[in-house]
Every structure is written in C-alpha cells, then in structure tokens.
C-alpha cells in the first residue's frame, strides 16, 4: 500500500522567507504527484502536477521537484507571503488504481507579517 | 475554465432527513470522485465514476447513495445519517482515470455537512 508522509505537520515563519516543505511515498511506482493549497473549511487548489517523467514544475513563485527513486517531492515557496497561509497537501498516483490519489496529512503553513 | 461547482455550501440534517449533495463541471472531464474530509485529516476517497460508471466504491456504507445523470453532473443522496457522517463533502474530477491519461484532479469548494 502506498504512503506518503509529509514533514513538517506545521510551519511558522516570518514574511519574505523562502520555504521548503517535504513529501515522501513509500511506492517509487506512481504515475504522477501532485500538490494542493486547502485553505480551512475550503475545497483544495491544485498548484502543481508533476509526472512521473518529471524532474520539476514551476508555476510563479511555486516550484515543485520529484525523485522518484528515492520517494521524494518537495514544494519550493519563494519570497512567502501571508497570503501563503495555508495547509499544503501532496498526492501520489499510482495510475494502475483507478483514479486513487494517496494523499499526505498536509504541512499547515502560517506566514506572519 | 477549471472549475468545479458543489450546492449546497452547508448542510444541517437530522439522522431521519434524506438530502441530497450536487457536484457540476463543464471541463469535458470523464472522471468524477467523492471524498469525505474530517477536520485536520486528508481527503478520503469514497466513489469513483468513470465515463458514468461507478468504478470505485470505497466500502461506504448504503446510506450514501451516489448517482451520476451525465457526463458533467455528480449526486450525492444521503439517508439515515449519523453523527459522525458530519464532514466536509468534496467533489473532484479529472479527463480521465486510466493509466496514460493525463488525470490532475480538480476539486470543488466543498459541502460541508452537519447531522444532528
């Protein structure tokens, strides 16, 4: 069965810094990983997507690296902002099980000013 | 347009209503999904349609009933529920589920349920 872990469960930094927050799977065998922005009590907001074929994604000041080989993904957040606030939750596909994403349990950012 | 609309927001409901959750998305995607979400705990997958055949049916018990009418619009039909069932009800969707299918998923704001 496929885990994935995220570390750290909780982050507070101070405005401006740059971030590093870490996901790994116990399964190199994933299809695709993805990572989402859930605010509280809100949907998810997919960020990034990274195939299996990937190294990395960006998208702004986001950018989003994968190893496959050794199980491991990180979200990169450049100059953070307190509008970074945030729970950030990675997930693994494994593309052999219909549609199942392994989700981690989420870092819960807080940027303060 | 990557969006993926859920009525009602909330939702309160004794344990003898029936009601109903509803999930739309105009992408083309041919994949929709059903996670249930407590407090401080990731998603959680309960069904997957694909082309409008129910694909994946997590063991969720009886009382959720889901239905999908068309390739855009997902139901969730709830009965008999309990406590514990309260949680935040989020509906997703993608192109596709199949291996070599480019499948990112898209999720919607949420329902968030109470029952009483």
């Known amino acids: 069965k496929q885990e994935v872990t995220q570390i750290p469960a909780a982050l507070s930094v101070p405005e401006g810094e740059n971030l590093v927050l870490n996901c790994s799977f116990t399964?190199?065998?994933?299809?695709?990983l993805q990572w989402f922005r859930q605010d509280p009590g809100k949907g998810l907001t997919s960020l990034l997507l990274?195939?299996?074929?990937?190294r990395e994604q960006t998208s702004g000041r986001l950018n989003a690296s994968l190893d496959k080989s050794s199980g491991r993904s990180t979200l990169y957040i450049a100059a953070s902002q307190p509008g970074d606030s945030a729970t950030y939750l990675c997930?693994?596909?494994?593309?052999?099980?219909?549609?199942?994403?392994?989700f981690g349990r989420g870092t819960q950012l807080t940027v303060w000013p | 347009d990557t969006e993926v609309t859920q009525t009602p927001k909330h939702l309160v409901m004794g344990m003898t209503n029936k009601k109903s959750l509803k999930c739309e998305q105009h992408m083309g995607h041919r994949a929709m999904y059903w996670y249930k979400q407590k407090a401080k705990k990731p998603p959680e997958l309960m069904f997957v349609?694909?082309?409008?055949?129910?694909?994946i049916n997590e063991s969720v018990p009886s009382r959720f009933s889901p239905e999908c009418p068309n390739s855009s619009l997902l139901n969730l039909h709830l009965h008999a529920l309990q406590p514990e069932d309260s949680a935040l009800y989020l509906c997703?969707?993608?192109?596709?589920?199949?291996?070599?299918?480019?499948?990112?998923?898209?999720f919607g704001p949420g329902t968030r349920l109470t029952v009483l």
């Open positions: 997930a693994v596909n494994r593309g052999s099980t219909l549609g199942r994403l392994y």
């Open positions: 399964d190199s065998a994933i299809y695709n």
């Open positions: 997703a969707s993608s192109q596709g589920v199949l291996a070599g299918t480019y499948n990112e998923q898209f």
């Open positions: 349609y694909s082309y409008e055949k129910l694909s």
């Open positions: 990274i195939q299996s074929s990937q």
